[in-house]
Nanobody, 115 residues
Framework: QVQLVESGGGLVQPGGSLRLSCAASGSIFNIYAMDWYRQAPGKQREWVAT???????HYPASVKGRFTISKDNAKNTVYLQMNSLKPEDTAVYYCNVQLPKGPLWGQGTQVTVSS
């Protein structure tokens, strides 16, 4: 059974950077598109980035130009490079894959942007 494990979160000052990682226990990145989502306290989960099997990337306007999603198929890992972080980026960040039997989520990693 495939599992996703996120890491790399932490506390960073506004304007700083973090790189999140999502490691899969199986070789799925060349089969399925991968997504990053985030959820702030009291808010709905929000889509942050997608990378397709061919490597195409997509972002909402709120993070475009600041966040970059990438993947390493050999390491079964997808990354989210976050630059120019803002306090409103504070959230728990999750990676996600839509499997035929339904969505699979990791446990999440906390990102806090504060001075």
């Amino acid at each position: 059974q495939v599992q996703l494990v996120e890491s790399g979160g932490g506390l960073v000052q506004p304007g700083g950077s973090l790189r999140l990682s999502c490691a899969a226990s199986g070789s799925i990145f060349n089969i399925y598109a991968m997504d990053w989502y985030r959820q702030a306290p009291g808010k709905q989960r929000e889509w942050v980035a997608t990378i397709t099997t061919s490597g195409s990337t997509h972002y909402p306007a709120s993070v475009k130009g600041r966040f970059t999603i990438s993947k390493d198929n050999a390491k079964n890992t997808v990354y989210l490079q976050m630059n120019s972080l803002k306090p409103e980026d504070t959230a728990v960040y999750y990676c996600n894959v839509q499997l035929p039997k339904g969505p699979l989520w990791g446990q999440g990693t906390q990102v806090t942007v504060s001075s």
